[in-house]
């Protein structure tokens, strides 16, 4: 089984950019469809973005986050990452990345499991 660990997280102004890593060890994540969550304090989870392994064009974005956030891949690097840029303060939370699979229109969780994430704050 794939193992995800997160990184990238920390303090921004808004209006700032951050990248985070997922970096996978165990296995390859050149066959697996990755995406990110987040959470906030006192809020659900919520989908951010997603990318599909077989295809890196194939991207797929939260209405909240489009046309400011990407998922790039690195299979080489066994990495994907989330470019965020513009950050607003409603973009601070934990973000995860798991293994994911397409619901219908809805992108879950693949696994039953969630990683340590990495924070990610934004200063108005």
């Known amino acids: 089984q794939v193992q995800l660990v997160e990184s990238g997280g920390g303090l921004v102004q808004a209006g700032g950019s951050l990248r985070l890593s997922c970096a996978a060890s165990g296995r390859t994540l050149s066959n697996t469809d990755i995406g990110w969550f987040r959470q906030a304090p006192g809020k659900e989870g919520e989908f951010v973005a997603a990318?599909?392994?077989?295809?890196?064009?194939?991207?797929y974005y939260a209405d909240s986050v489009k046309c400011r956030f990407t998922i790039p891949r690195d299979n080489a690097k066994n990495t994907v990452y989330l470019q965020m840029n513009s950050l607003k303060p409603e973009d601070a939370a934990v973000y995860y990345c798991v293994a994911v699979y397409r619901d219908g229109t809805t992108w879950r969780n693949a696994g039953t499991n969630w990683g340590q994430g990495t924070q990610v704050t934004v200063s108005s």
């Open positions: 990318i599909s392994w077989w295809a890196i064009s194939n991207t």
